[in-house]
């Protein structure tokens, strides 16, 4: 186990982590697991790609320092998260919020199953079945103590690092953070204490989608693009989730750092291409050994 | 004319593979409310173990056992109900959202061994040359066509009756019962999770079977035919036909597929060479539209279940005169 195979699981997990918030939120707050939710990071890292060429008339295109990229793809990803967090409120609107008004708790999933491959193939039919790329340009990885490290690849956990705390924050320190917690535990009585049910709705979709464009962007700027990039992310992403417990926004982080340790520590032993077993083996064991998750959450 | 019949013939055949996948899928979701998010993996348990006990000894995968075609049909069967009764064991006693992550989590596992684990499962290239029930027709293609679609038909209409007769038994009313109120169904003295772990062990068992009659049809399996996508169809089947009623079942099958093709004929017609890959997912995104359209518009689907299963009280409501209820406006369950 070398502290380069440790730093590749930290990188995958972070990402995992990040994406992950918004599925074990909605899944609290909402009741159903949404299958859909990979396709948030495809559908934000796709959706920053032509934004980025789009800005790059009105902005300093050359890449900041040693990064692979410049400003314009820093806006594209603030306008890409925009958008998917309205994507994410829009597919409630039109699809899961009329479903769980009529009850039956699985149909919900049902149709997110049937939305993930709707969105997963709507970004094939657009972009084609190859893998794109924001930048073309090769990083050299940096030396840093016993590690390489590239430029990027510091961003990325940087990034991901102010974002975890700042949903920290607003979950812990403001009334829209606390109002979403409470109807995370108990909707019902959410309701009776005056908490405008359908607005923290509102902004669980809108958080949630902009976190998974976010780390989409993130996946796009240290691996690439390609329509499968979220979906192949679905089970470390529930994994994640049920091993921190459901509605732990805590819990899913670091569920998604266990699940990326344990998929970078494996690889050798196993094989990488045996990665989705893996995080489908520590689900197994979570649910078997202990199916309420690390922090509590419901079983 | 030749041409069209014989595309006909294995059309239906093909056809009929997914109405016994879908009939697994309705003991399942329909009558049991167990959602399964990986049945493409429990097909490809059936396809390759039927597939590897009877094929011929060979460098590329695990074989050599050359069984008789029949015993390789109920050892897929076998295969994929031990696999989904170590999932539902793991599972089934808690949420049922759980079964639908863990199954997807199979699916995907299984997945990645159908493609990597090449001493086995011959990797990317699949297996080849599973040998073909009544091999002595093979010389004539169309006559054992239409012998193997009779052959379809007759399991599809065992299996059909068998499940019809199953679900009308009180064991098939426990199961509804359990799904409509698992703790009133509890205090009679059912034990749901019993009950849960059989029919979703006895519907993956179909899965298998659909599984290893369509690898003896072909004659070939590879990984590309166990993709999430099979998940998907099946799915749109029984929503489309109607979950909780074996006819919506086998209607929704033919009905689904029938569209898939035709619209996989027009993308291939309309579309020039270099958009074929693009039309294929633009076909995709159309059928995943139809099934969230379907779940919202018309949620019962195009048959819809009946309400009442007990030919008992369907008989003494017909001697009061009374004319038995339609099905209520309900959901899908």
Redesign the interface.
Known sequence: MTPQLLLDGVLLGSTIGLASIGLTLTYAILG??N?AHGELLSWGAYLALPIAGLVSGALVTEPLGALSFGWPLVAAAFIAMALTGALAFALDR??FG??RR??????P???S???????R??I??VF??QPAYYSRDLQIAMPFGPLRITPDQIVVLAVTAVLVVGVHLLLSRTHLGRAMRATAENPQLAQIAGIDIAGVVRNVWLIGGALAAAAGVLVGVTVQLS?GMG?DL??PL??AV?LGGIGSVPGAVVGGLVIGLAEAVSGPLV?T?????V??LV??VV??VK?TGLFGGR? | MLDLASYAVFFLVTALGFTLICLGLNLQWGFT?L?N?GVAGFVAVGAYVSAILTTPASAQHLGGFGLPVAIGWLGGAAAAAATAAIVGI??LR?????L???T???A??L???A??AHSITGGPFGIAFIPRPFAELSDRPALYDTVYLALMAVLVGIVFLGLERLLHSPWGRALKAIREDEIAAAALGKDPRRFRLEAFVMGSAVMGLAGAAEAHFVGFIAPDEFL??L??QA??ML?VGGSGNNRGAVLGSLVVWILWSASGTVMHGLLPADLQ??GA??Q??L???L??AM??LR?RGLVGERIIVSRHIIAADRDAGAVPGPASTG???
């Open positions: 159903f697991g299958f039109i699809l009329r479903l009529r009850g039956g708790a699985m149909t999933v049902i149709a199953f049937g939305a993930s491959l709707a969105l193939n709507f094939q039919f084609g079945p329509p979906f679905l089970l529930f994994a049920i094989g291409e045996y990665r989705t077993a995080a489908f689900l197994l649910l078997i199916p079983s | 409310g959602f998010a793991a599972t808690l949420r049922s959202d759980y639908a992550i863990t997807f989590g199979i995907a596992s997945l990645a061994v493609q990597n999430p996508i998940t998907f799915w749109a929503i890959v693009r997912a633009l995709i995104v059928i995943g539209v099934l969230a779940l919202v949620p959901e899908v369950p």
